[in-house]
């Protein structure tokens, strides 16, 4: 069982440096299409531009999916979420209650991300000391939680 759990760990960690070999190749075609462009018009200037801006989001989120899978945070899957929310945002929102909709769930997601993600060193002993959580006493070196 340990070696199946080990095996899933390293292949996770595989598909992830894919997933960033890809990115950095779907860069190199972005800034080989980008030197070929030329403009006529501000209409076709806005086309390619929604186009590279739609590539790079998505590069990005590629790129944030195989941080997560490498380092095996999960607390990174808010940032995740808000790039693709990010990305639909600016470039597709057809009517004003999606656009109500697509800013609440930006809104929810930093929400979650600010109280429902565990911060690091939250109950590191030094801080919940100093935070005055828990109070430890000099005579006996007894520690005491404050209630």
Same mark, same amino acid.
């Given at each position: 069982?340990?070696? =199946?759990?080990?095996? %899933? *760990?390293? +292949?996770? /960690?595989? #598909?992830?440096?894919?997933?960033?070999? @890809?990115?950095?190749?779907?860069?190199?075609?972005?800034?080989?299409?980008?030197?070929?462009?030329?403009?006529?018009?501000?209409?076709?200037?806005?086309?390619?531009?929604?186009? =590279?801006?739609?590539? %790079? *989001?998505? +590069?990005? /989120?590629? #790129?944030?999916?195989?941080?997560?899978? @490498?380092?095996?945070?999960?607390?990174?899957?808010?940032?995740?979420?808000?790039?693709?929310?990010?990305?639909?945002?600016?470039?597709?929102?057809?009517?004003?209650?999606?656009? =109500?909709?697509?800013? %609440?769930?930006?809104?929810?997601?930093?929400?979650?991300?600010?109280?429902?993600?565990?911060?690091?060193?939250?109950?590191?002993?030094?801080?919940?000391?100093?935070?005055?959580?828990?109070?430890?006493?000099?005579?006996?070196?007894?520690?005491?939680?404050?209630?």
């Amino acid at each position: 069982m340990k070696f =199946i759990h080990r095996l %899933l *760990l390293w +292949l996770e /960690v595989v #598909l992830g440096i894919v997933i960033v070999v @890809i990115v950095v190749f779907g860069l190199y075609l972005i800034v080989v299409s980008i030197t070929q462009v030329q403009t006529v018009s501000l209409g076709k200037f806005h086309i390619i531009f929604e186009t =590279i801006l739609s590539d %790079l *989001l998505l +590069l990005i /989120v590629g #790129l944030e999916m195989a941080v997560m899978m @490498i380092q095996r945070r999960m607390e990174l899957l808010p940032e995740i979420l808000a790039f693709v929310v990010g990305r639909k945002l600016l470039l597709m929102i057809p009517n004003t209650y999606e656009l =109500i909709i697509w800013v %609440l769930a930006v809104g929810a997601l930093f929400a979650i991300r600010k109280y429902l993600t565990k911060c690091e060193g939250c109950l590191k002993f030094e801080r919940l000391i100093l935070t005055g959580e828990i109070r430890q006493d000099k005579k006996d070196e007894t520690v005491k939680t404050v209630t």
